[in-house]
């Protein structure tokens, strides 16, 4: 495996999907607590920082514990750190160098360099520039711009570039970490979703033995591929609770129960509707809503829990980046929104955390969850919010307000479907807002509510384009609410991106 070593950049988590891009598996540990390494590891990358290693306080580590251990490949302040603590010298760049360029000349004879194209086109992303190298680094790419681009250490297996090979703009960024990868560090490229499932069902096997675990499921595929994945490694001693709060699409939660159950789960569906309704009733900030939502739902989990007789262990479907972020060298970022799930359920529950997804990456849960023949519906489906429908419904819940919105909703989630639109967003949705507005009916005025519609283009949800649908399709899913659905004479489509609007409204 590989170790890459954070310095906060945020093309950290990138070079970790190009490596298991490569089938070769990698992990991510900040640079200020690296674990013992193990015999496993073959080779270690240094990221890229926000930070510039001229000034006082910036990250920086003994490079002794790997170099000339272990080869060695330091990204853009990576390389700068491995320059400016060899006596070269990293000076700020006369213009801050931002974008796409081409390599002049490349040292086909070095194997980092092996089969890259002379003028290969990279991308660039840095503040300093390395000035000058010791003796024994030699320059193997240049730009016009930046004489080091890259260079190799005599004597060592330890290189640095300058640009982001991880970036897909660095056209043969991928070719290059290849053969860091796979030729100068000797990994074999086997890691795939087969070998993830048959190893980690072994291990899980081993961990629980006869033991119990109780797995809240929520309908979406992280915590339906972890639940697999522990219902294959111990099968009936794993408890699965499938809430219905109320907040659920239309006819979510008798669909998906009746999937859970045909996959063979032993699943537990337990309607809380009116719980989760006198929760929130009368709420009308955000804020206070998914509290209410939070509590309510650890309420009736470990009520649930309780259940279940000698249950040792708590299954959850943390994946990868949700570990990352909550261990990432900058330190939270501002609280926007409260809905981290990591360490999201509290101590009293005194359940050992079982969480067999924490080294995966989204799309490789869902090839993971293919291999375990998770139906396409479940895998494909878009991601939906834990407080659900409450925080698209604008002010105050109520089971009315709700029945509305599942209905505006599912016209337009299958508008999306028929027209064969929703692969192609990323997350969809309705918004009721708390506005009326005046229309005609026949001769009728009407006095009624006004929903937004929501679809947006984004690759992980920390920003987001508004989708640009054909008109066409807005206006027959238009034309089909307004029809339909009593209470609503107006729709609105939302055109913000995120920054600065976000996906949901609250
Ligand atoms: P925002 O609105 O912050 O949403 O742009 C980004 C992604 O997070 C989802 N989201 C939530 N998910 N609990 C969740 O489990 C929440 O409270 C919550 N708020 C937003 C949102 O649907 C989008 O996918």
């Known amino acids: 495996q590989i170790l890459i070593l954070d310095f906060g950049s945020q093309y950290t988590q990138l070079i970790a999907r190009r490596v298991r891009e490569l089938n070769v598996y990698c992990e991510i540990h900040p640079y200020n607590n690296i674990p013992v390494i193990s015999p496993d ?12 290693v001229r000034e006082d306080g910036a990250p920086n580590m003994h490079l002794a514990a790997f170099r000339q251990k272990l080869p060695l490949l330091g990204v853009c302040y990576g390389a700068q750190l491995l320059a400016h603590t060899s006596g070269g010298e990293v000076q700020p760049s006369s213009i801050r160098e931002y974008g796409r360029a081409k390599l002049g000349t490349v040292d086909a004879g070095s194997p980092l360099m092996r089969g890259i194209d002379q003028h290969s086109q990279v991308w660039m992303s840095h503040g300093d520039t390395i000035t000058s190298i010791p003796e024994s680094f030699h320059i193997i790419a240049s730009t016009d711009s930046v004489r080091v681009a890259a260079f ?3 004597g060592e297996e330890t290189y640095g570039i300058q640009f982001h090979p991880e970036v897909t703009h660095s056209l043969q960024g991928k070719e290059l970490l290849k053969n860091f990868v796979v030729d100068i560090c000797g990994c074999s490229q086997d890691w795939d979703p087969e070998s993830f499932v048959e190893s980690t069902v072994a291990q899980l096997q081993e961990k629980l033995g006869d033991d119990k675990v109780v797995l809240g499921l929520s309908g979406g595929v992280d915590s339906s591929v972890a639940a697999m994945l522990i219902h294959r490694a111990i099968g009936k001693n ?3 609770v499938f809430v219905d709060n109320g907040l659920l699409r239309k006819d979510e939660f008798e669909d998906v129960l009746a999937s859970y159950e045909s996959l063979g789960l032993n699943v537990k569906g337990v309607d809380s509707k009116e719980q989760f309704y006198t929760a929130l009733a009368g709420l009308t900030d955000p804020e206070a809503k998914r509290k209410a939502i939070g509590k309510t739902f650890i309420d009736v989990f470990d009520h649930e829990a309780h259940q279940i007789e000698g249950v040792a262990w708590l299954g959850q479907g943390t994946i990868y980046p949700d570990v990352i972020e909550s261990v990432s060298v900058k330190g939270p970022s501002a609280t926007i929104k409260s809905h981290h799930n990591v360490g999201g359920l509290p101590d009293f529950m005194k359940l050992k955390v079982v969480e067999p997804l924490n080294t995966l990456f989204k799309d490789e849960v869902r090839a993971v969850g293919r291999t375990l023949g998770l139906p396409e519906a479940i895998l494909g489906r878009h991601p939906f919010p834990g407080p659900g429908l409450a925080i698209r419904i604008l002010g105050d819940v109520t089971p009315e307000k709700v029945d509305i919105l599942q209905q505006v909703d599912a016209l337009f989630i299958n508008g999306l479907n ?3 639109l929703y692969d192609k967003v990323w997350q969809a ?3 009721l807002l708390p506005v009326q507005s005046v229309g005609v009916m026949g001769d009728e005025r009407t006095y009624e ?3 937004a519609l929501r679809a947006v283009t984004s690759v992980d949800g920390m920003t987001a384009d508004w989708a640009h649908l054909p008109y066409e399709f807005l206006a027959n899913v238009s034309n089909d609410i307004i029809n339909r659905v009593k209470g609503v004479n107006r729709v609105v489509y939302d055109i913000s991106s995120k920054p600065p609007a976000t996906i949901e409204w609250e």
């Open 41 to 52: 590891v073959k080779g270690v990358i240094l990221s890229g920082s926000p930070s510039s």
């Open 152 to 154: 190799q250490v005599e």
């Open 238 to 240: 794993l408890y699965c």
């Open 418 to 420: 028929r027209d064969g």
């Open 429 to 431: 949705g309705a918004m």
């Open 449 to 451: 509510r006004v929903v």
